[in-house]
T-cell receptor, first 114, second 114 residues
Framework: EDKVVQSPLSLVVHEGDTVTLNCSYEVTNFRSLLWYKQEKKAPTFLFMLTSSGIEKKSGRLSSILDKKELSSILNITATQTGDSAIYLCAVEAEGRGATNKLIFGTGTLLAVQP | NAGVTQTPKFQVLKTGQSMTLQCAQDMNHEYMSWYRQDPGMGLRLIHYSVGAGITDQGEVPNGYNVSRSTTEDFPLRLLSAAPSQTSVYFC?????????????FGNGTRLTVT
């Protein structure tokens, strides 16, 4: 059965700290891995990583895909209170029929204290 | 550009009542889907559609119906609400009907069934 596991489940840091969030997966016919940030409402898209794009960076956030280890990390440097959110990892894999499927992890709850 | 719009934002139902959660997108996306999000369970796919007139079941379809008469709209119907359907529901869409990421999410509907 396809699964995506995130760790840690939650963590509390202070402003200015650097954090690393982990995502590991077991899926059949991997297509891509995505990171989302969810504050109070809708998850918002951060990064998509594929076999042809295993490293992405945007400001203080960066992510790397390790296809050999079937995992990804999301790094946030110089954290701010606005980074407090649930971070979701999702993996797109080949589905039945013509449509791929997206499998979500349960998320990491990050709290950044001032 | 409104993106993905869900209504209502909140709803309380009694066991056995029925209702429809509305979802509309204005991005001309082929793919639309409904997820439910429960603590410790992550986002789970209820139903999805790859185009007008085409729907299919996801991971947790029981107790829900969908239809897709237009490209823009994808309502989710609860036939006879049960307390186990208390959850936050997200509608999400993407451009392609085959490669489903990245998904664009609505702001969610928080449903409580008493």
């Amino acid at each position: 059965e396809d699964k995506v596991v995130q760790s840690p489940l939650s963590l509390v840091v202070h402003e200015g700290d650097t954090v690393t969030l982990n995502c590991s997966y077991e899926v059949t016919n991997f297509r891509s891995l995505l990171w989302y940030k969810q504050e109070k409402k809708a998850p918002t898209f951060l990064f998509m990583l594929t076999s042809s794009g295993i490293e992405k960076k945007s400001g203080r956030l960066s992510s790397i895909l390790d296809k050999k280890e079937l995992s990804s990390i999301l790094n946030i440097t110089a954290t701010q209170t606005g980074d407090s959110a649930i971070y979701l990892c999702a993996v797109e894999a080949e589905g039945r029929g013509a449509t791929n499927k997206l499998i979500f992890g349960t998320g990491t709850l990050l709290a950044v204290q001032p | 550009n409104a993106g993905v719009t869900q209504t209502p934002k909140f709803q309380v139902l009694k066991t056995g009542q029925s209702m429809t959660l509305q979802c509309a997108q204005d991005m001309n996306h082929e793919y639309m889907s409904w997820y439910r999000q429960d603590p410790g369970m992550g986002l789970r796919l209820i139903h999805y559609s790859v185009g007008a007139g085409i729907t299919d079941q996801g991971e947790v379809p029981n107790g829900y119906n969908v239809s897709r008469s237009t490209t823009e709209d994808f309502p989710l119907r609860l036939l006879s609400a049960a307390p186990s359907q208390t959850s936050v529901y997200f509608c999400a869409s993407s451009y392609s009907g085959t490669k489903v990421s990245p998904l664009h999410f609505g702001n969610g509907t928080r449903l409580t069934v008493t």
